[in-house]
């Protein structure tokens, strides 16, 4: 079946550190990849998304690229704030037939310190 | 703001209960999905509807149960309550049943005591 992997957090930065967030995936097919954050106390964000390889999603400084070879999308930000402290989804869309669902990874805290 | 709106947004409720969670999807979205998200588990995906339709089935208890509505919300029946059920219920809604860009709503924070 799918599945995401993502690093185990919590992640602790100082403002303007440069981020990673690992992600690798197993699907069949060719899915869609997505990072999701969720900021304390509040729902689901998406925050950028790939809908085939080699494609970079961006938004608000984060960027991803979908590497269909090592099958990962490792989210990254040249330099974070303490307002990015959240936590980070990393997920995927598989189409089977005529439904669709996401598979999420576990989660990664990102606290962010001044 | 997603464009999906989910009510109520916090309730409490007894063990052995029922309660119904509602969604609108954003304005043009004919799927809609349910996940789950609890300390344990994670996020889990419960069901998805395209235009009224049951599209898939994930992790989703026998005591749980769904439907889209021709105006295309849709409500999540949660029923016997058990304190395991304490979660956070998101619904989500896309445009297509391809799960392209799904839109989370806020969430309904349930607490079974």
């Known amino acids: 079946g799918n599945s995401v992997t993502q690093m185990e957090g919590p992640v602790t930065l100082s403002e303007e550190a440069f981020l990673t967030i690992n992600c690798t995936y197993t699907?069949?097919?060719?899915?869609?990849l997505f990072w999701y954050v969720q900021y304390p106390g509040e729902g689901l964000q998406l925050l950028l998304k790939?809908?085939?390889?080699?494609d970079k999603g961006s938004n608000k400084g984060f960027e991803a690229t979908y590497r269909k070879e090592t099958t990962s999308f490792h989210l990254e930000k040249g330099s974070v704030q303490v307002s990015d402290s959240a936590v980070y989804f990393c997920a995927l869309s598989a189409r089977t037939g005529t439904a669709s669902k996401l598979t999420f990874g576990t989660g990664t805290r990102l606290q962010v310190t001044l | 703001d997603s464009g999906v709106t989910q009510t109520p947004k916090h309730l409490i409720t007894a063990t052995g209960q029922r309660v119904t969670l509602r969604c609108s999807p954003r304005?043009?979205?004919?799927?809609v999905y349910w996940y789950q998200q609890s300390l344990d588990q994670g996020l889990q995906f419960l069901i998805q509807?395209?235009?009224?339709?049951?599209?898939a089935k994930g992790n989703i208890l026998e005591r749980f149960s769904a439907q889209q509505f021709p105006d295309l919300h849709s409500e999540l029946n949660l029923s016997s309550l058990e304190l395991g059920d304490s979660a956070l219920y998101f619904c989500?809604?896309?445009?297509?049943?391809?799960?392209?860009?799904?839109?989370f709503g806020e969430g309904s924070w349930l607490t079974v005591v």
């Open positions: 509807y395209y235009n009224g339709e049951e599209r």
């Open positions: 304005s043009g979205d004919l799927s």
């Open positions: 699907a069949t097919g060719y899915p869609s």
């Open positions: 989500a809604s896309s445009k297509g049943f391809d799960g392209n860009t799904i839109y």
């Open positions: 790939a809908t085939k390889a080699d």
